[in-house]
């Protein structure tokens, strides 16, 4: 049984880092694609950014670019989002999500984790 959970989120002033964390027990799938996506209040869920297990190749939604970093450890099951220069708008409920496709669509992710608040104050 695949399990996700996200962990990390929290309160930082603008300007601050977080690292969230993806604990993908039982997603052992070489081909497969963790991805972070966030909840703002009142909006739609968007895709952040995504990894490839396989390759490393990874994605990142223009907003992000530059300011967060995706990464993997497969020994440990593990992805993690390293989140600097945070702005009030990446306030949001991250979660992380897995599949064996690639691309920042909710449909390709058959596994969901709960999601972790993450709040930039100004």
């Known amino acids: 049984e695949v399990q996700l959970q996200a962990s990390g989120g929290g309160s930082v002033q603008s300007g601050g880092s977080l690292r969230l964390s993806c604990a993908a027990n039982?997603?052992?799938?070489?081909?497969?694609?963790v991805a972070w996506f966030r909840q703002a209040p009142g909006k739609e869920r968007e895709g952040v950014s995504c990894?490839?297990?396989?390759?490393?190749?990874?994605y990142y939604t223009d907003s992000v670019k530059g300011r967060f970093t995706i990464s993997s450890d497969n020994a440990k099951n593990m992805v993690y989002l390293q989140m600097s220069s945070l702005k009030p708008e990446d306030t949001a409920v991250y979660y992380c999500?897995?599949?064996?496709?690639?691309?920042?669509?909710?449909?390709?992710?058959?596994?969901w984790g709960r999601g972790t608040l993450v709040t930039v104050s100004s």
């Open positions: 990894i490839a297990r396989a390759n490393g190749d990874t």
């Open positions: 999500a897995a599949g064996t496709g690639w691309g920042m669509e909710e449909w390709e992710y058959d596994y």
């Open positions: 039982g997603f052992t799938i070489d081909g497969g694609t």
